[in-house]
Nanobody, 123 residues
Framework: QVQLVESGGGLVQAGGSLRLSCATSGRTFSTYAMGWLRQAPGKEREFVAALSWSGGTVYADSVKGRITISRDNAENTVYLQMNSLKPEDTAAYYC?????????????????WGQGTQVTVSS
């Protein structure tokens, strides 16, 4: 059984930082792409960042330069370091495991999902 468990969300002031973690189990973590997507209230879920099995990254334009995705294959964990946070970053953040090895931006390309962790950025 594949499980993804996010942690690290919370309330932070604009300009602050948070580091999200996603611990995985039940699948060979190192051979799959990982991604983070987010959903703000009243909006559709949107792509944030993705990381291929070999370390290639893709970011949404809205977060480039502020957010970094990384992975620790020994710990089966993917991270999302978020700096210079803005109120518009407020959302539930979801970790997802891809169907293959390459980075993808579409929801349909992810096979497994975590339960989400809330990030709230106050102005």
């Amino acid at each position: 059984q594949v499980q993804l468990v996010e942690s690290g969300g919370g309330l932070v002031q604009a300009g602050g930082s948070l580091r999200l973690s996603c611990a995985t189990s039940g699948r060979t973590f190192s051979t799959y792409a990982m991604g983070w997507l987010r959903q703000a209230p009243g909006k559709e879920r949107e792509f944030v960042a993705a990381l291929s099995w070999s370390g290639g990254t893709v970011y949404a334009d809205s977060v480039k330069g502020r957010i970094t995705i990384s992975r620790d294959n020994a710990e089966n964990t993917v991270y999302l370091q978020m700096n210079s946070l803005k109120p518009e970053d407020t959302a539930a953040y979801y970790c997802a495991m891809g169907r293959g090895v390459l980075t993808k931006t579409a929801e349909s390309e992810y096979a497994y999902w975590g339960q989400g962790t809330q990030v709230t950025v106050s102005s």
